[in-house]
């Protein structure tokens, strides 16, 4: 009766959440100090922009099945672009959410195609970066998968 055996593909998801988490806490920081410490004006808007591209394809690559790894940035590409063109939208209700700290964090306020680059760039970046992660961790399923063909294909020694 020990513990139950937990998937490795549970792990990979536990540390896409949390490189998630961390991106978060980056973008506040670099939204609440940026300025503090003297970066300039593009560092500042476009580096949070690219963290949030970043933010989605983690929480996208967190949330899907490892069957579907890849498909995520074929997700993440479209929903920030989809986001991005509810900035040329405007009714009261709207409006009223984008005024809000959470409605600028999540909607922003004004549309821009460079946010549209900012945020492509930053799922790429993420994805290459998880992808290594990825690939490196003991835990991953891929690396397990290749371990056992590796011992699998050597021949017996005498």
């Avoid at 998937?7 to 991106?23: D, T």
């Avoid at 500042?44 to 983690?58: D, F, I, Q």
């Avoid at 680059?117 to 835990?139: D, E, Q």
Wanted: charged letters at 10%; glycine letters at 10%; a positive charge.
């Amino acid at each position: 009766m020990g513990l139950p055996r937990v998937s490795p593909s549970y792990f990979a998801r536990i540390r896409l959440l949390v490189g998630a988490m961390m991106v978060v806490v980056c973008g506040l920081c670099l939204r609440r100090f940026g300025y503090d410490v003297g970066l300039p004006f593009v560092a500042v808007k476009y580096g949070g922009s690219v963290l949030w591209g970043a933010m989605v394809y983690l929480l996208l690559a967190a949330a899907f099945p490892s069957r579907w790894q890849g498909y995520e940035i074929h997700i993440a590409v479209p929903a920030v672009i989809v986001v991005e063109l509810i900035r040329l939208v405007h009714f009261p209700a709207l409006d009223a959410f984008r005024a809000t700290t959470a409605g600028a964090l999540l909607l922003g306020r004004v549309f821009s195609l460079w946010n549209i680059v900012c945020y492509v760039g930053g799922i790429g970046i993420a994805s290459l970066i998880a992808g290594r992660v990825w690939r490196a961790s003991p835990s991953s399923s891929t690396l397990s998968m290749a371990a056992r063909a590796d011992t699998r294909a050597a021949p017996p020694s005498c």
